[in-house]
């Protein structure tokens, strides 16, 4: 049960689509959620799934809803600029399995759409302060490095990673069978336990921004991760907290004799 | 495999839906099923799934019966008040993803007997002994508060806890999806280990009547809740045995030299 | 996937059926296996599932064969005898769902074969060495009880423990569900670490050839049962093997800094 | 979710199929790598599964692709060879239930293909250094085992370990209820933590090459090992720090007095 709700269908022209979820420093998340700002995306859709942790979110004093991803829209403004599909969200699958449904269902979506070309963000967990993050790339084809080889990436994530975990990963891997071109863009980062790295997601922006051919001011990036990264860790915490939950839920111990007496 | 067997095709008029379901302080468990107990509830319809523990209960002295959840319903007695539907049980999924299919499979009933208000009881624990217990109170959209504004609820459940595991939760997550209207009431209770709350449980209450405009009779709560604990701690001992006992089936060791003895 | 494979399908006249799958003590797997040995009777299906354990046994020498379990039949020799139909196996489901999954399957297929009464067969481990190990009772009715009142059977599983996990218990709850009579017969049995108690499976053997009328050599039970132990007993180590196995293949770790570069 | 996506579908007179995926030592995906490698088998198909791990591998500097299992075709050169399939591939599935779907996919998509014969090829850990190593066979019946005789097999794998885990096992298995003939090549092996055992994919290839009156040249053997290691060790290395990975995001514990607020 993974469900994709339309709340308006847009008519987007060969449009490229982006994903920021949540992972390693955020970077996708906030390099996806600043976007969405500075462009004035327009929401259309959202996902659900039962893939996802098992309880509601209740954002400012009162009101809740389900953990979702989401999907917005931006139209080309410039004749050198292309509609843009951009997904964010809360969260990814809990469950491995989940993680291919989840992916599987987005790709069937946004092919309807018409999208041909997927970018994907994420980070690089490097163990180190980095004093100016690179961008590490990583494609589904020689040919689509080919096309992004002009901008600041370094095509050497095979080398200093070799694997990419989850909707990052996925979305181009299961994208590339459906013959959808895919290029990751990571940005590093040292790693856990920072919650969200803004600079990390600038280097990220920078290279996003000029493949994308628009035009953003940066200057109230960091000021706005810091309002993004109050929900963010948010939502991580209570994850960690339902987890706990579960846990101390199911290993609750049973003392005494009593635990010999049970049945088979 | 979520089967809802109806016993009795009941005819309900705009009727409300309450659900109370083994949770924290099992303050939902005993509200409802004092309501039940008090109105005359009459039970018309019963789900098993194959999301709750794999084992039977043996009730009384022999006689043995599935997990289940319970639907009853009451006739509206009086013109201010309203049909209700009430949901209780044995418990609530073991597995994540069943979460999400259990209510999805609640909802799906109920709509088809015309309900539109969701109203779900839960626990909020406060890790201290409470004295005179709060309701707090989460709502799917700013216009549910304000209908509920007027009862003694306080609406910081998003700064409290942030967000509500389980039924309680997605019963009214996955419902605003479908167009409902839900009001989550959560009764302040110090948490484990106590077993059942009948303090936290009588606050839920107050606000309950009153919002249903039904009279009962409290008197009775506090030796109705002993009555009820025997059973609902009965279950939740069950439940950790039979997780101890799956763990204990599932780690036992094999020793000496021919565990390294293997194919793959 | 559950899958059901029928090589003879025999004709019935209300058979009742009796259920011996391994659980503690492994009173049911050997009950049936000398049920079946001693009235000849003929195998007539087997079922496999994904929720059993994901290996071939490799049993005599060199033959493999799928973890099952297996369907045989007698027919009534005698006017006052049913026909009966024994389920037998290697082995119950690795995952919690798996279980209402199988019992679901046998249910739907005995029910064509006419079947409305159920027992089961399991043990009770009472953490003593039992010098006269009683069989306990349970039911799924009333009327069920007073059927087998008369046998040499305590009712009191409610009290003892409560609750019955596995095969076992779940053909009962949900065979009552589709409308069904269910027994389940326990043989008090001291628990682990003993593999097979001969004494118990006696305890409910003598009852079980009374309720369906029919004469065996228990003379021959001890050294069958030692010879059936040797099989219970590889199943139960491969088991406990292949789960270390998984477990050491899943939590071998990776050292050094290398452990910080990861992707997400 | 296992998808089979063909390249080329091949013509093919009555084939053997011949399984080599990563296990014990990684005797058959070192032995189905050099067979594909000396007879230049041709790829065909490629199946990837929801059942694999959630991460894309980038090979190289960085293209990236799904987890997949392939499948390859080589057809008779003389009279007395047959038309041969090969499946091999990065890995096996993460869940216990996923081995049975994947093995069905696989043996319903050679079925059609024609198979009626199947070979798989694993390892059998022994704790010792094998100065020789043996192959141990296992079989899906009798008849097979003595089409085999002639061969340097020892048919004994049943007292030696009982049981095969995974693809090589449920393979034959399932393909057994199919009506398919089954072999299991099993190669001896000192077991973990060698990545991969040359010497024992020898004895297993030189045994596969006369069932299949094929000649190879066995020179190469321990050089093309060497290579293939590097990725089969980066794969199982990635593997790890997934689990590591989702260990951690998973388990990352929650401090203070907050913990104990939450809802249920």
Chains 1, 2, 3, 4 share one sequence.
Do not use: W
Not at 178 to 193: I, Q, R
């Amino acid at each position: 049960m993974t469900v994709i709700k339309t709340i308006e269908k847009p008519k987007l022209k060969n449009p490229i689509f982006v994903e920021g979820l949540p992972g390693i420093g955020n970077i996708g998340r906030v390099a996806a959620g600043y976007l969405i700002s500075e462009l004035k995306a327009k929401k259309f859709a959202q996902l659900h799934s039962e893939h996802f942790f098992p309880f509601v979110m209740v954002h400012d004093e009162y009101r809740l809803h389900l953990l979702k991803n989401e999907f917005y829209y931006v139209k080309a403004k410039k004749k050198n600029q292309r509609d843009i599909i951009i997904l964010t969200g809360d969260c990814q699958s809990l469950s491995p399995n989940g993680h291919y449904e989840v992916a599987t269902q987005i790709l069937e979506y946004v092919e309807k759409l018409g999208v041909k070309d997927l970018i994907t963000i994420g980070g690089l967990a490097t163990g180190e302060l980095e004093d100016k993050p690179k961008t590490i790339g990583a494609v589904t084809d020689e040919k689509v490095k080919k096309k992004y080889n002009k901008f600041d990436i370094e095509f050497d994530a095979g080398e200093r990673v070799g694997y990419i975990v989850g909707a990052s990963g996925l979305l181009l891997g299961l994208g590339k069978e459906m013959g959808m071109d895919g290029l990751c863009l990571l940005g590093e980062t040292s790693g856990f336990p920072i919650v969200t790295d803004p600079k990390a997601a600038e280097s990220v922006l920078d290279n996003l921004t000029k493949i994308l051919n628009i035009d953003i001011d940066m200057g109230k990036l960091e000021s706005k991760v810091k309002e993004m990264e109050k929900f963010i860790k948010k939502v991580e915490d209570l994850q960690k907290k339902a987890l706990n939950q579960i846990a101390r839920e199911e290993k609750a111990p049973v003392k005494g004799k009593e635990q010999l007496r049970y049945i088979g």
